[in-house]
């Protein structure tokens, strides 16, 4: 499989980064104004990074490996 840049999921990526990283950065008024407080801290901030780490892969492009090892995977192709 050959790695192709591409400038529309470098966007993507940048988006769903930002996003995330506005999540981490924010995550304890997320929590207190959205779910049920001090108890979701930790789980708040968890899906920021993993959202972060989302937007890395997505902006180099490497989601479609990722997902094509996944499918490789689990149907044994």
Request: charged share 10%.
């Amino acid at each position: 499989m050959d790695w192709n840049f591409s400038i529309g999921w470098m966007l993507t990526g940048a988006i769903i980064l930002a996003a995330s990283g506005a999540v981490v950065a924010n995550y304890q008024k997320i929590s207190d104004n959205m779910l049920s407080g001090v108890s979701s801290y930790d789980r708040v901030k968890f899906w920021g990074v993993m959202g972060c780490a989302l937007g890395l892969a997505i902006m180099a492009n490497l989601h479609t490996l990722l997902l094509s090892l996944f499918v490789s995977l689990v149907f044994k192709r």
